[in-house]
């Protein structure tokens, strides 16, 4: 059982490319969330998928894209890199019966540096 | 406003020793959730436990145990005989009704020596 898997786990790029972090969970959870750390922030939400085709804002979205089309998947799209959104990155999901609220479980992370 | 305040940065200890993380939180609801997990030098979050706010009781999972007590919003962490692997960053979260997000403390670096 894989459970939630994140690619690339590096990437470099230049600012002003497009950049797409992919996220993939087995465990049919409805809610998928993406989150940037970053040292003095700690942990930041940026986006979240209640279900498919269902997204909604965090606290800092901007500079961000995301999508659902199938339940498994919660891609991020950078749509032009900046050099501040170099950070990591994690997904996480979590099983819907008590709604968000119940335990978030974290891939592996992506760390991605833009120069 | 910071929801959830770990006030140790760091903290060093011999292995074996005991070592207790501390976390306050705040909110005004009265429904709400914690959490710890832990992010090994290897990076990864690991879940550690999660913790409604009507339940006070004390968990103990092998050498960990923790305290929830709502009269001081605190929520610590104690790990007993510490180990080398113990080491890593250890993060209180709170999620609160009606919000979809973890607010995470800062965290505290725990360093275990041999």
């Known amino acids: 059982d894989a459970g939630i898997t994140q690619s690339p786990r590096y990437k470099i790029t230049e600012t002003g490319r497009q950049v797409t972090l992919m996220c993939h969970q087995t465990w049919s959870h409805s809610y998928m969330f993406w989150y940037r750390q970053d040292l003095g922030h700690g942990l930041r939400l940026i986006y979240y998928s209640a279900a498919a085709d269902i997204t909604d804002k965090g606290e800092v979205p901007d500079g961000y894209v995301v999508s659902r089309s199938k339940t498994e998947n919660f891609p991020l799209t950078l749509e032009s890199a900046t050099r501040s959104q170099t950070s990591v990155y994690f997904c996480?999901?979590?099983?819907?019966?008590?709604?968000?609220?119940?335990?978030?479980?974290f891939g592996p992370g992506t760390r991605l540096l833009v120069l | 406003a910071q929801k959830v305040t770990q006030a140790q940065t760091e903290i060093s200890v011999v292995e074996k020793e005991d070592v207790t993380l501390d976390c306050v939180y705040e909110t005004r609801d009265t429904t709400y959730y914690l959490f710890w997990y832990k992010q090994p030098p290897s990076g990864e979050l690991v879940f550690l436990i999660r913790?409604?706010?009507?339940?006070?009781q004390n968990e103990i999972s092998g050498r960990y145990s923790w305290n929830f007590q709502k009269s001081t919003s605190s929520f610590n962490f104690t790990i007993t005989a510490s180990q080398v692997v113990d080491s890593a960053v250890y993060f209180c979260?709170?999620?609160?009704?009606?919000?979809?997000?973890?607010?995470f403390g800062a965290g505290t670096t725990v360093t275990v020596r041999a």
């Open positions: 979260a709170l999620s609160e009704a009606g919000d979809y997000k973890l607010s």
């Open positions: 996480a999901s979590s099983e819907s019966l008590r709604g968000p609220r119940e335990t978030q479980y």
């Open positions: 913790r409604n706010s009507f339940d006070e």
